[in-house]
Antibody, heavy 115, light 107 residues
Framework: QVQLLQSGAEVQKPGASVKVSCKAS????????INWVRQATGQGLEWMGW????????GYAQKFQGRLIATSDTSIDTAYMELSSLRSEDTAVYYC????????WGQGTLVTVSS | DIQMTQSPSTLSASVGDRVTIACRAS??????LAWFQQKPGSAPKLLVF???SLESGVPSRFSGSGSGTAFTLTISSLQPDDFATYYC?????????FGQGTKLEIK
């Protein structure tokens, strides 16, 4: 069965960076894009960016340009999301999501930004 | 960016009721619209894709309709498990965007 297994919760200080991993299984990793979506506590869903593991192409929402880097390693079927210059407003659960139809989601990774 | 607007923000209903949630796009997105259900502490779950196609395993009481800029999600007969928050999302063009959510509460 398709699974996206994300790395564990992180606590980071303002100004630091965080890197979240997303290990895919149960399907051919290079056949689907990976999206990154986040959700602050009690708030709605916010799409952040995407990457194509097969082509290496990627794109980001304007508000994350310059701070977000999406990468993938096809040898281990894993996608990564790195967000830099963290601020308190970046405290949220971060999800990786498969494909345009977004029918498979990781379990989420809580990133807390606090001094 | 394409703006997605859902209504209502909150909906109170009873088991057995028929409910409809509306979603409007700021420009035409053809049928590139998905609906998600989210319960507290869990990842969202895909219910409907391409505006009208029911995801495998989703009960048939859920249905989606619309195209262009106006879309609806209908639950024909509410069940206790359906009380959750629902989001629409366009994937016609990057950046993908979500509606603000509709919280379905028990009356």
């Amino acid at each position: 069965q398709v699974q996206l297994l994300q790395s564990g919760a992180e606590v980071q200080k303002p100004g630091a960076s965080v890197k979240v991993s997303c290990k895919a299984s149960g399907y051919t990793f290079t056949r689907y894009d990976i999206n990154w979506v986040r959700q602050a506590t009690g708030q709605g869903l916010e799409w952040m960016g995407w990457i194509s593991p097969s082509r290496g192409s990627r794109g980001y929402a304007q508000k994350f340009q310059g701070r977000l880097i999406a990468t993938s390693d096809t040898s281990i079927d894993t996608a990564y999301m790195e967000l830099s210059s963290l601020r308190s407003e970046d405290t949220a659960v971060y999800y990786c999501v498969r494909g345009g139809d977004m029918n498979y989601w990781g379990q989420g990774t809580l990133v807390t930004v606090s001094s | 960016d394409i703006q997605m607007t859902q209504s209502p923000s909150t909906l109170s209903a009873s088991v057995g009721d028929r409910v409809t949630i509306a979603c409007r796009a700021s420009e035409s997105i053809s049928n590139w619209l998905a609906w998600f259900q989210q319960k507290p502490g869990s990842a969202p779950k895909l219910l409907v894709f391409k505006a009208i196609s029911l995801e495998s395993g989703v009960p048939s009481r859920f249905s989606g309709s619309g195209s262009g800029t106006a879309f609806t999600l209908t639950i024909s007969s509410l069940q206790p498990d359906d009380f959750a928050t629902y989001y629409c999302q366009q994937y016609y063009r990057y950046p993908y965007t979500f509606g603000q959510g509709t919280k379905l509460e028990i009356k």
